[in-house]
């Protein structure tokens, strides 16, 4: 079936560090990922997505780069802020299914 | 404009009750889906209706039963209310399969006691 693996957590930085939160998949066919944050108290917000190979998706200085020779959608931020605190999520929906496979969450905390 | 709205946002009852929750999408979307966020905050799907029609229905207690009047709308009714059933649920909706992304509302916090 189609699954996701993302790194385990907590994740704890200083303002300004560089982030990168690996996620490898599963998939059959040609799946679309995605990356989703949910701050404390709230709802999952799409932060980024990437529809087939090689794409690079990108939003509020996040990245992330469609690799399927690798089967990997890892999220990278060049220089974290506080308000970067957050659950992160990598996702995918395959061709073939109606269902969002979710990883199990990556917790960030920035220091100042 | 609130894109998908769930309501309630909190509820907090008695373990045998039984309650709703109420989801609304204004974004024309034409699938919408129901997923269970637990304690660790590992999601998981719980219903899919695609233009009303049940298309996904995980491994889920029948104390659970959704019910979609329109593709607007997708409620989700729980009888007989269990301590494992508190969670938050999360309601969403998409257009087709959701390659171009769900939209998520922002939660119901059930606490069964």
């Known amino acids: 079936g189609n699954s996701v693996t993302q790194m385990e957590g907590p994740v704890t930085l200083s303002e300004e560090a560089f982030l990168t939160i690996n996620c490898t998949y599963t998939a059959t066919g040609y799946p679309s990922l995605f990356w989703y944050v949910q701050y404390p108290g709230e709802g999952l917000q799409l932060l980024l997505k990437?529809?087939?190979?090689?794409d690079k998706g990108s939003n509020k200085g996040f990245e992330a780069t469609y690799r399927k020779e690798t089967t990997s959608f890892h999220l990278e931020k060049g220089s974290v802020q506080v308000s970067d605190s957050a659950v992160y999520f990598c996702?995918?929906?395959?061709?073939?299914?109606?269902?969002?496979?979710f990883g199990a969450g990556t917790t960030v905390t920035v220091r100042a | 404009d609130t894109a998908v709205s769930q309501t309630p946002k909190y509820l907090v009852t008695q373990m045998g009750n039984d309650k709703s929750i109420k989801c609304e999408q204004n974004?024309?979307?034409?699938?919408m889906y129901w997923y269970k966020q637990d304690s660790k905050k590992f999601l998981k799907i719980m219903f899919s209706?695609?233009?009303?029609?049940?298309?996904i229905n995980e491994t889920v207690p029948n104390r659970f039963s959704p019910k979609s009047p329109d593709k607007a709308h997708l409620n989700l009714h729980i009888n007989s209310l269990e301590l494992g059933d508190s969670a938050v649920y999360f309601c969403?909706?998409?257009?087709?399969?959701?390659?171009?992304?769900?939209?998520f509302g922002s939660g119901t916090r059930l606490t069964v006691v």
């Open positions: 996702a995918l929906t395959a061709s073939n299914d109606y269902k969002l496979s």
């Open positions: 990437a529809t087939k190979a090689d």
């Open positions: 209706y695609n233009n009303k029609e049940l298309i």
């Open positions: 974004l024309g979307h034409d699938t």
């Open positions: 969403a909706s998409s257009q087709q399969q959701g390659r171009d992304g769900y939209t």
